[in-house]
């Protein structure tokens, strides 16, 4: 599997945006093998489980992405980062790089742990803990780069709006034949989202990507 190849998949002819050992970001394409929505200047990319894109696509051709593609989905950049478990987002930003190096001290995170992004602008959107995506926050550094401590700061405080003291994970509600389901996501992270104004966009979570969270039976809250 390489980046802008062709498939066939649930029925539609894709193609590859991004990919790592454990999901697959595509979109759709026309009969000239350009994208559907090209024109889009913001998008939420289609995701799937890498195993399971393998198992049920059909390969029809190679295609690498244009110039002008590369630079719009920045397919270079990590689809996750920052993934810890055993804490979880606070409801207050920190004051200063000390307070939150104290922080990442008392949570047994090293700084050399945290990734940063090499791109000079990006946007994130915090999540509310019932999983919806809020008002996104434009990220810039005029060095073209953003570091990893400068962006956990960063995105501590544009979730802080979000977080209840109380409640240390994210929820998801679901009806099911005998009642309603709930699983619960704590930990930290960083995910890929798509792109918002032809700038690469990420979203606030826990210590798994939403979609991996469907699918993890293990985090059933027990009657």
């Known amino acids: 599997m390489q980046i802008g190849d062709i498939y066939k998949f649930r029925d539609n002819r894709i193609r590859i945006v991004m990919f790592d050992n454990n999901e697959v970001f595509y979109l759709t394409i026309k009969e000239d093998n350009t994208f559907v929505y090209s024109k889009n200047?913001?998008?939420?990319?289609?995701?799937?489980?890498?195993d399971f894109f393998e198992k049920n696509s059909e390969f029809i051709e190679h295609l690498k992405l244009t110039e002008k593609e590369v630079e719009k989905h920045k397919p270079n950049l990590p689809l996750r980062l920052n993934c810890f478990s055993g804490l979880f987002w606070t409801n207050k930003s920190f004051e200063n790089e000390t307070e939150f190096n104290d922080f990442i001290k008392f949570s047994e995170i090293n700084e050399q742990e945290l990734k940063g992004l090499d791109t000079s602008k990006v946007v994130i959107f915090p999540t509310s803990q019932q999983q919806s995506n809020k008002k996104s926050t434009l990220l810039e550094n005029k060095y073209g780069r953003i570091s990893g401590k400068e962006l956990m700061i960063e995105c501590f405080g544009i979730q802080s709006e979000y977080v209840k003291p109380d409640k240390p994970y994210f929820s998801r509600f679901r009806l099911i034949p005998d009642g309603r389901e709930e699983?619960?996501?704590?930990?930290?992270?960083?995910?890929?989202?798509?792109?918002?104004?032809?700038?690469?966009?990420?979203?606030?979570?826990?210590?798994?990507?939403?979609?991996?969270?469907?699918s993890e039976k293990s985090l059933i809250v027990e009657k």
Not at 43 to 49: D, H, K, V
Not at 189 to 212: A, C, F, T
């Open 41 to 50: 200047r913001t998008l939420i990319y289609l995701r799937t489980p890498k």
């Open 183 to 214: 699983k619960r996501l704590s930990g930290i992270g960083i995910y890929r989202l798509g792109i918002k104004g032809n700038l690469p966009s990420y979203y606030l979570g826990g210590e798994m990507s939403m979609m991996e969270l469907e």
